[in-house]
């Protein structure tokens, strides 16, 4: 999971900063063009976060074979994350452009200390379910000190409104451990098959409609 976080990082950090750098003297202009962006990408966590939740069996069942289906609880709590670390992934090229590379760096040492304390303390207790709350719980600090440097030093700005709907959609995937699922599916059960078919059922719908958006809003721009 964190191969694709770290290749999106790679890909939008170099994206964002000549466009952020151009209107750095006015960081109204970017304070909005950025949130436009981290919501679209807070969206786009919630999707692949509850999918990854819902369907960790066939994920894993797919990926790895059905011995390793003890993993699948794991997977679960860290998709929770996704939304999280995709809006986070994105503030890296946005202090770089606004100059605020101290900040960065003060961000970055917090961020090591909180997750590496989150590591020790899921060591400590000895339980796989236990250190990947910790990591979740440690990724979601990141995200508030992160935006908290990022408000106060950064943008200057007083504005909570956009940070608070920012973090209900970041936040919004949580709510899937109320509705998860308790009892477990019989390894059995699991084909490649039925666990294709199940994930195609969701994905496949998801990218016709965000196919279908785009050339309607591509229509509609057009006029």
């Known amino acids: 999971m964190l191969?694709?976080?770290?290749?999106?990082?790679?890909?939008?950090?170099?994206?964002?900063?000549?466009?952020?750098?151009?209107?750095k003297s006015q960081p109204d202009i970017v304070f909005t063009a950025y949130?436009?962006?981290?919501?679209?990408?807070a969206v786009l966590g919630i999707l692949t976060?509850?999918?990854?939740?819902?369907?960790?069996?066939?994920?894993?069942?797919?990926?790895?074979?059905?011995?390793?289906?003890?993993v699948s609880e794991l997977l679960k709590i860290l998709a929770l994350s996704i939304p999280v670390q995709m809006v986070l992934s994105s503030t890296g090229g946005l202090y770089q452009a606004m100059g605020a590379t101290k900040q960065m760096f003060y961000c970055g040492i917090f961020s090591s200390v909180?997750?590496?304390?989150?590591?020790i303390f899921g060591v400590y207790m000895g339980d796989m379910i236990v250190l990947c709350i910790s990591l979740v719980t440690?990724?979601?600090?990141?995200?508030?000190?992160?935006?908290?440097?990022?408000?106060?030093?950064?943008?200057?700005?007083?504005?909570?409104?956009s940070f608070i709907i920012l973090s209900f959609f970041v936040l919004i995937s949580l709510l899937?451990?109320?509705?998860?699922?308790?009892?477990?599916?019989?390894?059995?059960?699991?084909?490649?098959?039925?666990?294709?078919y199940s994930?195609?059922?969701?994905?496949?719908?998801?990218?016709l409609i965000f196919i279908f958006g785009?050339?309607?809003?591509?229509?509609?721009?057009s006029f």
């Open 3 to 23: 191969d694709p976080l770290q290749l999106y990082t790679f890909a939008i950090t170099p994206a964002l900063q000549p466009v952020f750098t151009k209107y």
């Open 199 to 207: 994930l195609a059922n969701i994905v496949v719908p998801l990218i």
């Open 176 to 196: 899937n451990l109320f509705f998860g699922q308790k009892e477990s599916i019989p390894n059995g059960s699991f084909s490649y098959a039925n666990s294709f």
């Open 49 to 70: 976060a509850t999918i990854m939740f819902w369907y960790a069996d066939d994920i894993i069942f797919i990926l790895f074979g059905s011995m390793w289906f003890a």
């Open 214 to 221: 785009f050339i309607i809003r591509k229509k509609v721009g």
């Open 138 to 161: 440690a990724f979601i600090i990141n995200y508030i000190q992160c935006f908290y440097v990022l408000h106060r030093f950064v943008f200057k700005v007083k504005r909570l409104k």
């Open 114 to 119: 909180v997750n590496v304390s989150a590591i």
């Open 35 to 41: 949130y436009r962006l981290a919501y679209k990408l």
